[in-house]
């Protein structure tokens, strides 16, 4: 059966990270944009990152344009970006597609692991988290509206 640490991606840098490195970690997997109205969970993203990376937890960030065009820039762009208006130091990717035929292969797996609303597999939005434990299996999904402040119960049950 896969798991998430049968994927990887590659880095803002342009370096292939396969996700078997976090192997017995659990992990949280969020699609972002640099110009949305969710933009400012980047805070609170980086919040849980600090808070439980110690303890195990690993966040990626997964910039993607799909959504009204809100993550326009390029790699350098968005490293500016996430340096400077919302500092943050959790891996992040290079910029992806969640949905359609050049849906990233990762983001394809985790949305038919866990459909959303309806049970529909379709990537809603920007902001969207799956939530996976220590063997790579996803245990919860959540909204683009769900701040992640939300998750640490989720979170803490997993560590």
């Known amino acids: 059966?896969?798991?998430?640490?049968?994927?990887?991606?590659?880095?803002?840098d342009g370096q292939p990270q396969a996700l078997?490195?976090?192997?017995?970690?659990?992990?949280?997997?969020?699609n972002v944009a640099s110009r949305c109205g969710f933009t400012p969970q980047y805070a609170g993203l980086e919040q849980l990152w600090q808070d439980y990376r110690d303890r195990g937890l690993v966040v990626v960030g997964f910039p993607c344009n799909q959504f009204g065009g809100q993550e326009p820039g390029d790699a350098a762009q968005i490293r500016q970006f996430c340096s400077?208006?919302?500092?943050?130091?959790?891996?992040?990717?290079?910029?992806?597609?969640?949905?359609?035929?050049?849906?990233?292969?990762?983001?394809?797996?985790?949305?038919?692991?866990k459909r959303g609303l309806l049970g529909i597999a379709r990537i809603k939005w920007n902001?969207?988290?799956?939530?996976?434990?220590?063997?790579?299996?996803?245990?919860?999904?959540?909204?683009?509206?769900?701040?992640?402040?939300?998750?640490?119960s989720a979170i803490e049950t997993l560590l």
């Open 84 to 113: 400077l208006d919302y500092p943050v130091s959790f891996p992040l990717s290079q910029k992806i597609e969640v949905n359609g035929e050049g849906a990233d292969p990762l983001w394809h797996w985790l949305s038919h692991e």
């Open 20 to 30: 078997a490195q976090y192997q017995g970690r659990p992990l949280l997997l969020v």
């Open 1 to 12: 059966m896969p798991n998430a640490f049968d994927f990887g991606f590659v880095d803002l």
């Open 127 to 152: 902001f969207s988290k799956f939530l996976l434990d220590r063997q790579g299996q996803v245990v919860a999904r959540y909204a683009p509206t769900t701040a992640p402040e939300q998750l640490r």
